[in-house]
């Protein structure tokens, strides 16, 4: 033990001192640097082999996902639906390179609608295109979905394409209207990230067309010349989408949305919306993500709103769990406490 406690600080030196740096960094240049720190953290290979093997960050990064196994998803399931919320199913992967993992998440996704509905639970399914294969080949993707889309709809089951990176915003839509409006899949919805400059746009075309929406504010690293680098013009522009999104023309076409989001503000603004324009409560459902706010989604369920939870699982959890720590710098203090801890 004794013999073991300086070989142990020894190795965690560079914790230690990239501890050290990150409080510097923040004092100095603010929370939004250390953001970009992390949104790059999520995806660079060699931070995600050092940070996923240590115990402590697979034990922080269950507090965000269900566990590694379709079993542990189905069974957080089953207990939010017992406390009134609805879940959409996320089985982690993303920017996969290999058509192999590609059409193994695939095949793993395929297997949820059957389980969904054997035990009964309350839950559809969100994906992302890049895990089926949109960064090989943006055919492969297309085709996975939309065997993805044809099993869920021998459930009566529905699928949400989650939003990447701006540079993946074209292709998604595109593949959604293929699917949607060419194929005649009607159990397929999609994601607007109000951050973007081009969503007011995207809303337009997407509220005429009556579509299936998850707004969201965003969760990438995005530069100026696409995205408001302001936190409070993003929150402007999300007022302004969800209300485009609930309007009564909106309504009228069958748009249906889903406010993702855990800021009282933008709820708030949502609740006094639909008070004012006697909008109810099952015209749409509010949204947060599974550990996250947990009193909140409690209120608003007690208040009578929809409430559906987003419950990740699978291995694949560090560029998911990464993200979690760059929207709230605490989480990071929480994840390093816990390192010194255990
Ligand atoms: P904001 O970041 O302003 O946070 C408001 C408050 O919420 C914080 O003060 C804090 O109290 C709490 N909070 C927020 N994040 C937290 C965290 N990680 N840990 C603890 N507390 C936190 N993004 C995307 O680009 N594409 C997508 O497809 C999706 N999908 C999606 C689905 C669902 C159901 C949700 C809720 C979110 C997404 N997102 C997403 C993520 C989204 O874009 C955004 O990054 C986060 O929701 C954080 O933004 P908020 O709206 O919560 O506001």
Redo the contacts with the bound molecule.
Sequence with gaps: MSQNKPRRLWSSLPIILGAILLTFLIYQYGEKWLRNILIYLSHATWARDLISTLPVAKQVAGR?VAGETAEDAMSTTQTLNQQGRLV?LDYLGESVSDSAEAIASKDEILSLFKKIHDTGVQANV?I?LTQLGLKINKELALDNLRQILTEARKYNNKV?I???ESQTVDATLDIYRTLRDQEGFNNVGV?I?S?LYRSEKDVCQLVNEGAWV?L?????AEPPEVAFPN?ADT?AN?IKLLQMMLTEEARKNGMYI?L?????N?IQAAIQYVREHNIPPEAFEF???Y???RELQEKLVQEGYQV???VPYGTAWYPYFV??????P??LWFFISNFFRS
């Design positions: 965000f959409t969100s992302k949400r989650d939003m990447e994601v990230q951050y998850r969201c504010k965003g969760a990438y936190k929150d999300y889903g993702a989001t855990h800021d009282e933008m949204q947060m993500l550990g996250i706010r559906r939870i987003y993200r979690r720590l760059a929207e709230r605490a989480n």
